[in-house]
């Protein structure tokens, strides 16, 4: 029977099985009739592995992380904004989507709403009859990327705030606006922020209508939160995804945005193997210190490496790589960021420009109902340190502990082990040379299906 069961503790190991108190004691039965797999938007979009966040606002100008929603919208006055630049600069460092702010915590809108009165209509850009919301997405389009929104459900501006059915026809007027006025939306994104509005009342958000009306105005969109309920929050700001990283998740655990404790967390950062719900990560995360652009922070921009980084621990680990990019006070991405951009994107393609296992076949055999193996024979000997191994993820995904092996002409040595694998999965190892490669599956939640295996050349960081 042991076979059949399986304890987070094998999964998570053994200090994070701990943490989550509630599961550790808990066996869970995996050998399902069907794994759980995505939808074709879930699919398409973490294939993407990259977007371009956008933080812009009010904040950009009062020098703030958090506006208070009493800001003038006079402040608003972005000299040279060129969405186009924004765009450009994305496709060409090889993000293929982007997600615009298009209204933060407080409560200023980026297009003229109808709502209220804190919007662009009331700034002299454009002479107020600017839409920033409508150059972003058309600038997106023209480049080939997918436009998202962020609509923060925080908003420290409006009066019904804290009136809970009011402020939930108000915002959800809003979320209309956005959905409607400006053709296909790929992704919606959503946070739990709530304070208390001008009345001292908190606010109770009603999500589900939110994500209904969603579904109904854009069934194509894919919805993020840290509850999904398409794309869940990896929970945390600092780049890094769970390992393991489960695209599977037991919804009950975070039902709405901003709930749960630490199983909470732990089940955004790790997901779960039992999880009846096909939920992948999203790893947010800024190129600078704060979310909007400040000057003082223009020479703590992320260097070359620590970007290439944060691309293992976040693509490289299951999930998709959400990187804030602010634009400055005049309506550019500034030369260091989109320098640092470039050059993300060039060590990407010399690390991944040739792949040494190309077109060469795998003998792939299952010697059970949980356990695999495949060899590639790579026909003469070569240098390695980097594994790219992929699960063909529209068929759900199973792989909980494998290891990866080399022949060296005279030995198999290990090159990299590890538990979860789902989309991508990227190792790196010291450089060795060998002719054959073995990819072992010790442990699955099902009947684990042939991997992609591509490897690279070692690299040594330039520490630009």
């Known amino acids: 029977m042991s076979g059949l069961f399986l304890t987070r503790r094998r999964f998570l190991g053994a200090a994070a099985a701990t943490a989550l108190a509630p599961w550790g004691a808990r066996s869970i039965a ?50 040279r904004l060129d969405t186009r630049q924004w765009m450009r600069i994305a496709r060409d460092a090889g993000f293929r989507a982007a997600i615009l702010t298009a209204k933060h915590h407080d409560g200023f809108c980026l297009w003229p709403s109808r709502t209220t009165a804190h919007s662009v209509a009331n700034s002299p850009w454009r002479g107020g009859a600017g839409d920033l919301v409508r150059e972003f997405v058309d600038a997106s389009r023209e480049a080939g990327l997918k436009p998202g929104l962020y609509l923060s459900p925080w908003d420290r501006n409006a009066a019904v705030y804290g009136d809970s059915p009011r402020y939930n026809d108000f915002y959800c007027d809003q979320l209309t606006e956005l959905l409607t006025h400006y053709g296909r939306i790929h992704e919606v994104w959503f946070d739990g922020a709530n304070g208390e509005g001008p009345n001292g009342k908190k606010q109770t958000y009603d999500w589900p209508r ?14 993020f939160s840290d509850a999904g309920p398409d794309v869940r929050w990896i929970g945390n700001e600092q780049g890094l995804a769970g390992d393991p990283n489960w695209s599977t998740v037991v919804p009950e655990v975070v039902p709405v945005p901003g709930t749960g404790g630490r199983e909470a967390t732990l089940m955004m950062q790790h997901g779960d193997p039992a999880g009846s719900v096909w939920r992948p990560g999203e790893t947010d995360v800024s190129i600078r210190p704060g979310w909007f652009h400040h000057p003082a922070e223009d020479a703590r921009v992320r260097s070359v490496d620590n970007l290439v980084n944060l691309y293992f621990t976040s693509v490289g680990r299951n999930s998709k790589l959400l990187l804030n990019v602010p634009p400055t006070r005049e309506g550019l991405i500034a030369d260091v960021d989109a320098s640092r951009l470039s050059g993300l994107h060039g060590r990407l393609t010399t690390l991944f420009g040739n792949d040494l296992a190309a077109k060469r076949h795998m003998a792939w055999h299952s010697s059970g109902d949980k356990t695999a193996a495949g060899e590639i024979d790579l026909g003469r000997s070569v240098a390695v340190g980097i594994a790219d191994l992929r699960e063909p993820i529209e068929r759900g995904q199973t792989i909980a502990k494998y290891r990866l092996e080399g022949f060296d002409g005279q030995t198999w040595r290990p090159l990299s082990s590890g538990t979860t694998i ?42 630009t």
């Open 30 to 79: 995996l050998r399902m009739p069907a794994r759980p797999r995505p939808s074709a938007p879930q699919l398409e979009w973490q294939r993407e592995e990259r977007a371009l966040f956008l933080h812009f606002g009010v904040n950009t100008f009062t020098d703030r992380e958090w506006g208070d929603g009493q800001e003038d919208p006079a402040i608003f006055a972005p000299s």
């Open 210 to 223: 939110v994500w209904g009306l969603v579904r109904r105005l854009q069934p194509q969109a894919v919805m």
């Open 422 to 463: 789902g989309c991508k999965k990227l190792d790196r190892f010291p450089a060795v040379s060998v002719e054959r490669i073995r990819f072992t599956v010790d442990d699955s939640a099902a009947t684990p299906q042939p991997v992609k295996i591509a490897l690279f050349a070692p690299t040594t960081p330039t520490g």
